[in-house]
């Protein structure tokens, strides 16, 4: 009978096991985010209703069918860490036609992915910068920022291997243009 060795774990395959291991209370999201696991509790209802809002209106003013998804997991490949990071944003928008979601797996690629749409809460530092980067190097085309705090919409594009190249900043109650297979003013007024 012959034994075979197995190579050891890496830290990052041991973070990775204990990640996909945790059992968070109901409403609560556990994310993997550039090497650090990352739980946040339950939004409020004002966070809420500017999601609702959101994709009520890329239900009705996008050219292209979209598909809007909340709260549900990603898996951004980068180039730093083997395993990458395991997001949740807010809203997940995609063309209607990939059913991007359907299956049993609740981690899936990025590609395909059109926009994601963050509303800032009890961390707002992680919205600006990490999940901003993360998002980025998922070349994730579009990033929808609502900063509460700032009373400001930021739609960020062009996404690099570490970041986004371009950030354009609206004030709350100005329209944001979303670009193709948008094509149309989000209205922000609702938001403030």
């Not at 968070?24 to 409020?44: M, S």
């Not at 996404?159 to 979303?178: E, H, N, S, W």
Request: hydrophobic fraction near 35%; include cysteine; aromatic fraction near 8%.
């Amino acid at each position: 009978m012959s034994v075979m060795a197995h190579e050891p774990l890496s830290q990052e395959d041991i973070l990775l096991e204990g990640f996909l291991a945790l059992d968070t209370p109901k409403g609560f999201r556990a994310e993997l985010i550039e090497g650090d696991i990352v739980v946040t509790p339950p939004p409020d209802g004002d966070h809420e209703e500017c999601i609702g809002d959101v994709q009520g209106q890329i239900s009705r003013g996008s050219e292209t069918p979209m598909r809007c998804y909340g709260n549900k997991g990603l898996k951004i490949s980068r180039p730093d860490l083997q395993h990458g990071d395991r997001v949740i944003p807010d809203m997940t928008v995609a063309p209607e036609e990939l059913r991007l979601f359907r299956g049993a797996d609740p981690w899936v690629s990025s590609a395909g992915v059109a926009l994601v749409v963050e509303v800032t809460s009890s961390r707002p530092g992680r919205d600006r910068e990490l999940k901003r980067r993360s998002y980025a190097c998922g070349q994730i085309p579009l990033y929808l920022l609502l900063d509460r705090d700032h009373g400001t919409v930021t739609l960020f594009s062009e996404p690099d291997a570490r970041d986004y190249v371009q950030a354009l900043r609206f004030p709350f109650g100005k329209p944001v243009p979303l670009p193709e297979p948008f094509g149309f003013d989000l209205d922000t007024s609702e938001f403030g």
